[in-house]
């Protein structure tokens, strides 16, 4: 512990003597300083025992002791030493009261104790208790290695829960809670995500203090650390404690910090190397070559094909129209990194949490994913594209690039190539509705109809219909309502003629002027088939 007004007291050698404020000589001494001023307190930082002879000062004036006594404890002054013998023979009274009134420790120092003596215990008591700290710190530090070489994560958080005598917790990147210590804090620290997702918006390294019952229903006070050494935090760390950590404990909490950004964080060479068993995995499947995809995989991917899996595709919005990234606004290549970056944290925390295996692979300016059929990592990335399409429709507007994802329907490794298909296509739906995310068995379910919406859809048939338009437009025939009459009823003239309101030989005529002016045959089916594209595109709404 630091040094007190009370271990001075009691210190044999300095022979010091309370004359007023005994019961506060508990609290700690942060330095002992000389000074005659008559006003010391710009030069004091707080924390200080004040030692002083009353050179310049009128002590025997009731209202300036109380004056000068009531400025040093505002100031933060802890304790005031006065040395009898030099200038007065012993404390006046007018400053005895005043200490008392005002509840400022009042120390009388003999002739025979210079004050030097009472600064050079000082400064040896705080050497010492700096000393142990560290000594502490560096034992925290072993213990807390020890744990996390044994018994991993867990095992450290359960150290340092022990060190600061309080609880810990690990979050993984998308702010879940990983572990905690003791087992009792974890539904504490999971009311804290609101707060880690805040902090994993800060440059790493960040830190934050919360807490108080909006938090914890606890007084805890919460320390969060990011963990990382990227752009953007692999991890969180929280410390509660019942009050500020002392420097041992800040010692303990740092080495942890250490030590589980070491943990959380692959290297970047081990990074790298699973990256390129990914990609050539991925090509593999993508060429047809199941059987090698699988030797390549071995361990590290095999799992993901063994059994159904998803082809995820996704893309910044910003990549569209744009040859390369330097074509675009200042930032956006940042922005769009980060967009995928935050997907692949998703799709990896959420495999990872639920044991899964997962293969994320970068493509140029793209997100590949594979995950699991009906798997956490999928429903993660459902959840994500929801949340997004929620913050899209509310106005909310973050720093990353929006995000558009397509999604296969289950494929195995022999329909792989099939599968990132099926995601190319969902994805460009995806772009031309809007939308976050558009799995490809949605479209197969619904109708196509809403795909003739896209702009080259719309020109062709404009420019197809273009001539009936302007033929009816001169009032010589209605023969695109004619035309749609007779295609709504697979070409029977009763049934169309009679929807008319016209004459069978009225509409054979119609249909002989649309071959006409169109220059095609009515019985050719790709002809009907593109007339019919062509009156739905064109439409009205």
Not at 253 to 264: K, Q, Y
């Amino acid at each position: 512990m630091p040094p007190t007004l009370a271990s001075l007291v009691h210190h044999s050698a300095l022979k010091l003597a309370v004359r007023a404020g005994g019961d506060r000589l508990d609290v700690p001494v942060r330095w002992a300083h000389v000074s005659e001023l008559a006003d010391p307190v710009p030069y004091m930082e707080g924390g200080e025992l004040l030692l002083i002879t009353a050179l310049k000062l009128d002590a025997e004036d009731p209202e300036a002791m109380r004056r000068y006594v009531k400025r040093l404890a505002g100031a933060g002054v802890v304790g005031l030493g006065f040395a009898v013998g030099v200038n007065y023979e012993e404390i006046p009274k007018a400053l005895v009261d005043a200490a008392e009134e005002e509840g400022l420790p009042l120390l009388e120092v003999p002739r025979r104790t210079p004050f030097l003596a009472i600064s050079k215990e000082v400064s040896a008591a705080i050497a010492a208790d700096q000393y142990r700290a560290v000594t502490a710190g560096f034992a925290a530090q072993r213990e807390l290695t020890r744990q996390a070489l044994t018994d991993g994560p867990e095992g450290l958080l359960a150290a340092l829960a022990s060190q600061v005598d309080g609880w810990a917790a690990l979050y993984d990147a998308s702010g879940a809670v990983v572990a905690a210590a003791p087992e009792w804090a974890e539904r504490r620290a999971a009311r804290l995500t609101a707060d880690v997702e805040r902090l994993r918006e800060r440059p790493v390294p960040a830190s934050a203090v919360v807490g108080g019952p909006e938090h914890t229903d606890h007084d805890d006070r919460v320390e969060l650390h990011s963990l990382g050494t990227g752009r953007r935090p692999r991890a969180a760390l929280a410390v509660g404690t019942a009050s500020a950590l002392g420097t041992a404990e800040r010692y303990a909490v740092h080495s942890a910090i250490a030590l589980l950004t070491l943990t959380t964080e692959r290297s970047r060479s081990l990074q790298a190397a699973e990256q390129r068993i990914g990609v050539a995995v991925l090509r593999m499947l993508l060429a047809g070559e199941p059987d090698h995809a699988r030797a390549v995989a071995g361990e590290l991917y095999g799992g993901l094909l063994d059994a159904p899996f998803r082809v995820l595709v996704a893309e910044p919005a910003s990549v569209r129209g744009h040859a390369d990234a330097s074509s675009r606004g200042p930032g956006s290549a940042d922005r769009a990194k980060d967009t995928l970056g935050a997907l692949a944290e998703v799709v990896e925390s959420a495999a990872a949490r639920s044991g899964e295996t997962v293969l994320v692979v970068p493509e140029g300016e793209r997100l590949v994913a594979l995950a699991a059929d009906e798997g956490a990592a999928a429903a993660a990335v459902a959840s994500y594209a929801a949340a997004l399409e929620d913050a899209r429709v509310s106005g909310a507007e973050g720093e990353e690039d929006e995000l558009i994802v397509g999604l296969s329907g289950p494929a195995g490794p022999i329909a792989a190539a099939a599968a990132y298909k099926q995601a190319e296509q969902a994805l460009s739906v995806a772009r031309r509705r809007g939308r976050v995310l558009v799995e490809h068995e949605q479209l197969a379910a619904g109708s196509v109809l809403p795909l003739l919406a896209d702009d080259a859809v719309k020109a062709f048939a404009d420019g197809l219909l273009r001539a009936l338009h302007e033929h009816d437009a001169t009032g010589r025939g209605d023969l695109v309502a004619s035309l749609r009459a007779w295609l709504s009823r697979h070409g029977q003239w009763d049934a169309a003629a009679a929807d008319l309101g016209v004459h069978r030989h009225t509409l054979r005529y119609r249909m002989r002027r649309v071959e006409e002016i169109l220059g095609r045959s009515l019985d050719d089916p790709d002809v009907r088939m593109e007339l019919w594209l062509a009156l739905k595109a064109t439409a009205p709404e």
